[in-house]
């Protein structure tokens, strides 16, 4: 599941009880079976995010809901990966109790910057005399639970545009977004496998919507950090993708459904390209240190400074594409302590 499963499951008080994962990334199934029945006198519920943030379809889910079910538990169904099911199965079908259902990525809301987020909660009709009341606008029920907020269904102004989002894409256009968000993926792992290690795969060699890059094996040899690998693509015009989560030392790749080819290409061709500057380091053609990848990504100030002491060219900094030099986008900041930075928190509070 997400990390943020089990924070909000011990803020509301309960015992978190992790399960191992084999070799491919699936639950452990035999683990998780013994777990469920070792606390089956107090268990509340099974959190799980389907496809998993592994990046693969677990082909025993509906087994995992069973074991819950039979032990007593419920099971809560972390929606964030919904794009890869929409208009092929439902949460319910596979045997939720209740799932929230993030907005942001399935139904067009924005994701980044902490916001605006908005995720409704569908529930099973065992719980739905659980749902929150409210003392002025009639919702239906006699809630025991009170007023969570003070909008009841939240934020309107988030809510219509996922509601327009649907209504224009309709019954066939929602599956053709899955079906596109999971293309997409396998297209772009297919096209880097050979050059990167793709972590998971379910059993038929294919990823969901999502894959994870793993760059681990080029740790020992060229003592390239991810976060080096992750910083790079910026000077191609990428934002940096999801690092060393859910697995340390990776990169996740998620394309959706909303990049063109084209775009999946170059993003590819860039990756591709920093596999051949990994490969220089392996082949002592350059020392780690004197890599472009020790220092992306590089500002416009420092190429186009009065000095230059780095063993690779200005070109191979800020250009190294072809493409870049008619169309740039320039990093604004470079490399950062990113770890000094956490630990030191700087108050920048100009004057009213």
């Not at 799980?48 to 025993?60: A, D, L």
């Not at 061709?269 to 392996?282: C, F, K, P, T, V």
């Not at 900094?317 to 870049?324: R, S, V």
Request: hydrophobic fraction near 35%.
């Amino acid at each position: 599941a997400h990390g943020t499963n089990p924070a909000s499951a011990v803020f509301a008080g309960y015992r978190v009880q992790p399960v191992k994962c084999d070799s491919e990334g699936n639950i452990d199934v035999e683990d998780f079976r013994a777990k469920a029945e070792k606390f089956s006198g107090q268990l509340s519920s099974c959190m799980i995010t389907y496809p998993s943030t592994h990046g693969v379809f677990e082909e025993t889910i509906q087994e995992i809901c069973k074991i819950t079910h039979d032990n007593g538990g419920q099971v809560y169904m972390d929606g964030a990966n919904l794009n890869a099911q929409l208009g092929y199965c439902s949460p319910g079908e596979i045997g939720a109790d209740v799932c929230h259902l993030n907005l942001h990525k399935t139904f067009a809301i924005p994701h980044g910057g902490g916001g605006p987020g908005l995720g409704p909660i569908g529930v099973a009709k065992q719980l739905a005399p659980f749902l929150p009341g409210h003392p002025v606008v009639e919702m239906g029920i006699e809630s025991p639970c009170g007023t969570v907020c003070a909008a009841p269904w939240s934020s309107a102004s988030i809510a219509t545009i996922s509601w327009l989002y649907i209504r224009m894409l309709g019954r066939d256009g929602l599956p053709e977004c899955t079906s596109t968000s999971i293309l997409s993926a396998n297209y772009m792992a297919n096209r880097l496998k050979d050059h990167y290690n793709v972590l998971y795969t379910g059993s038929n060699g294919r990823c969901a919507h999502e894959f994870i890059l793993d760059i681990n094996p080029f740790k020992e040899g060229t003592t390239t950090k991810e976060e080096e690998i992750a910083k790079r693509p910026m000077d191609f015009g990428f934002h940096a993708p999801t690092m060393s989560w859910p697995v340390a030392g990776t990169l996740m790749v998620e394309p959706t459904e909303s990049e063109p080819l084209a775009e999946m290409d170059r993003f590819c061709d860039a990756m591709i390209h920093i596999r051949g500057e990994l490969q220089d380091i392996l082949d002592g053609t350059l020392a780690h240190a004197d890599s472009p990848l020790a220092h992306a990504p590089h500002t416009h100030d420092t190429v186009v400074s009065d000095t230059w002491d780095r063993k690779y060219s200005r070109e191979q900094a800020a250009y190294p594409a072809e493409y870049l030099k008619a169309n740039k986008f320039w990093p604004s900041v470079g490399r950062l302590d990113n770890v000094y930075g956490d630990k030191n928190v700087i108050c920048s509070c100009p004057d009213m």
